[in-house]
């Protein structure tokens, strides 16, 4: 029997979406608002869904307690208030879309995860565009 825990989230963050190849007409074209060279912000909605086995003793399939704590740490700290692109390592490089970030979210919660709880990762960067990511 498995059953899936959900934690929800919140980070505001600031992102330029460019690719440094490009003139900026094409970046301006492919990323429209987003490419703005001056930055700008998104209210990100973050889902956290945790899926395995209740467990038999507690009846959790994992201590909600410890997975907001982890995520507060491990992606609220470092990402609320932050210009993605300036101020977060992974984004140095990696064009900061909401599908990067997912998958750099996926990547951080990952280990501090029981390995037999599968993870996945919903971002939602505007209330109507989300993007999944589940480790695949
Ligand atoms: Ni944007």
């Not at 059953?3 to 963050?13: D, G, M, S, Y």
């Not at 003793?57 to 410890?66: H, L, N, S, Y």
């Not at 982890?70 to 470092?78: A, D, H, M, V, Y």
Request: hydrophobic content about 40%; aromatic content about 10%.
């Amino acid at each position: 029997m498995q059953v899936t825990v959900n934690r929800k989230a919140h980070f505001n963050a600031a992102h330029r979406l460019y690719n440094a190849a490009w003139t900026d007409a094409r970046n301006a074209t492919v990323f429209g608002k987003c490419a703005n060279p001056h930055y700008h912000g998104h209210n990100y909605e973050l889902i956290v869904a945790v899926k395995g086995e209740i467990h038999p003793e507690t009846g959790f399939v994992m201590d909600m307690k410890i997975l907001k704590s982890l995520i507060e740490t491990e992606i609220e700290e470092r990402f609320d208030h932050k210009n993605l692109n300036e101020e977060v390592a992974e984004f140095k490089t990696l064009n900061p879309t909401a599908e990067n970030i997912a998958v750099v979210i996926w990547n951080k919660l990952r280990p501090k995860i029981d390995k037999n709880l599968a993870l996945s990762i919903t971002l939602y960067e505007t209330p109507r565009n989300f993007v999944t990511y589940s480790g695949e």
